[in-house]
């Protein structure tokens, strides 16, 4: 009887090969976090808009914040939905450039988990880069607007209790990396499948 | 599961492999009855003209195609029953590779890619970084060793290549052209070490060239033609054919 096992590939290393795949493509990458940013930075500051008016409506009643709010959920929505589709392109593009390496990777002894693992650390890794600088961003714009809105008076007391601030970031980091790891879905499950030998033949 | 078969001696066992495929009515047969064996610690040749099936035995025996008929063994093992996740330990311990394209992994250093097949080995990190280093000795390639494959010739990068098909002491290396995309005295270079990388550590060598200097060094040469075994020459009766050499050119190479 022969000894046979199963290849391994804890996730510390699979953490810090994505790690590494992230800081060193960063560049390449810049556009897609730009995009992550971006779109994370908008629903940030609709967000932190809502949450100033929440405060607000029971001084102003339902009638007045109400509608705002439900036009920010939808605004919100089809923000999302914007931003899935962008990164799960950005993400197939990552993937079929990286094909070869794929087969590589498989030969080298690396089950569809293991690839699967790669690339979904790099998704998140992606969302939370892309999360936190559109959080900031996010958050600053929402207070912003809700000035230009309601005046300065109204929203300084909310706006000097640093609480708002922290969730404003803490949401939009957390819907970016949610919304990353959807949008990976697809292109991860793409990258699990490709099978070694049509990996290598597979010219970029 | 793994099967047992007398002759211990084999690395591979090739038996009546046949791989077809089915492409609009017609039947292109890359492989058509191959049966081959080689023994451990021989260093082989697979010659033969473009399209001659070369590359579809490298991916065959090295578990990375299925053949349509016939059974592969590696050091002992029945590849054809193994699971995906067998499969993949088989590559990762019994199997190294090199590619005619290097195929380094473009984020990591010299190091970190020889490293990698024994992560998934299961190494631990201290021998995997000892064993790294002294394999890239043995390419030649210590100084180099946190250089990013962007950063090395393209010998260098096939170096590395040898380094990492080594790196488990597989019970085979497998290698598609090595030195398709380098220059003759590079090329030369390159099996000179695969050569002593085969006769030093005694691991089994297959490598398909379309190299000729290759036919000195090789223990045997396997010639394909139309996906068969068209002639096999022991090393003794090599030097007297020279002469058939020349049939190594292909149809539309
Ligand atoms: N995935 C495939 N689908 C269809 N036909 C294929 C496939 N792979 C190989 N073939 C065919 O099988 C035959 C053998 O191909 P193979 O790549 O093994 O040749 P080779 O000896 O490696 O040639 P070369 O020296 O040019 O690399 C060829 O006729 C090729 O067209
Ligand atoms: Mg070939």
Not at chain 1, 34 to 57: I, P, R
Not at chain 1, 120 to 146: D, K, N, Q
Not at chain 1, 178 to 192: N, W
Not at chain 2, 187 to 204: C, F, P
Request: glycine share 10%; with cysteine; hydrophobic share 45%.
């Amino acid at each position: 009887m022969v000894e046979q096992g199963h290849s391994s590939f804890p996730l510390s290393e699979a953490l810090a090969m994505s790690a590494q795949s992230v800081r060193l493509r960063l560049g390449r990458m810049l556009i897609v976090l730009g995009g992550v940013a971006l779109a994370v930075a908008f629903l940030t500051s609709l967000y932190v808009m809502k949450d100033v008016l929440a405060g607000f409506a029971e001084r102003m009643g339902p009638e007045e914040t109400t509608p705002v709010v439900a036009m920010g959920n939808w605004w919100m929505a089809v923000a999302a939905l914007i931003t899935i589709t962008g990164i799960t392109n950005a993400m197939l593009m990552s993937v079929t450039e990286r094909v070869k390496e794929i087969g590589t990777l498989k030969c080298l002894g690396a089950t569809w988990l293991h690839i699967l693992q790669i690339f979904l650390f790099e998704a998140a890794f992606l969302g939370l880069l892309g999360g936190v600088a559109g959080g900031v961003v996010g958050t600053l714009l929402g207070m912003l607007s809700a000035t230009g809105q309601l005046g300065w008076e109204m929203v300084a007391p909310v706006a000097k209790n640093p609480l708002i601030y922290l969730a404003g970031i803490g949401w939009g980091t957390l819907a970016s990396v949610v919304l990353c790891l959807m949008s990976s879905i697809y292109p991860v499950y793409y990258a699990a499948r490709i099978e070694a030998a049509e990996a290598l033949r597979y010219e970029v | 599961m793994a099967q047992n078969v007398s002759e211990e001696q084999y690395a591979v066992l090739v038996e009546g492999v046949k791989k077809y495929y089915y492409m609009g009515g017609t039947t292109v047969k890359a492989s058509d009855g191959v049966d081959l064996s080689i023994k451990r610690g021989e260093y082989v040749s697979i010659m033969g003209p473009s399209g001659s099936g070369k590359t579809t035995l490298f991916n065959l025996v090295g578990g990375l195609d299925k053949p349509t008929e016939g059974r592969i063994f590696i050091d002992k093992t029945d590849i054809s029953k193994l699971d995906a996740y067998e499969l993949a330990w088989l590559r990762c311990r019994k199997i190294g590779y090199i590619f005619q394209t290097f195929n380094l992994i473009p984020i990591m250093t010299a190091v970190q890619n020889v490293m990698l097949p024994m992560i998934f080995a299961g190494v631990p990190k201290k021998e995997r970084q000892q064993r790294g280093e002294h394999l890239l000795e043995m390419v030649g390639l210590a100084d180099r060793k946190d250089h990013k494959p962007t950063e090395l010739s393209g010998g260098q990068q096939q170096r590395v290549a040898i380094a990492r098909a080594f790196a488990n002491n597989p019970a085979i290396v497998l290698a598609d052209e090595p030195t398709g995309n380098l220059d003759l005295k590079t090329g030369l270079a390159i099996i000179e070490l695969m050569v002593k990388m085969n006769r030093e550590n005694g691991i089994t060598v297959m490598c398909n060239t379309h190299d000729l200097k290759i036919i000195d060094a090789s223990d045997r040469i396997v010639w394909m033609r139309d996906g068969q075994v068209e002639r096999v020459e022991d090393r003794s009766s090599i030097k007297l054919q020279v002469g058939d050499m020349e049939d190594g050119s292909g149809e539309g190479e």
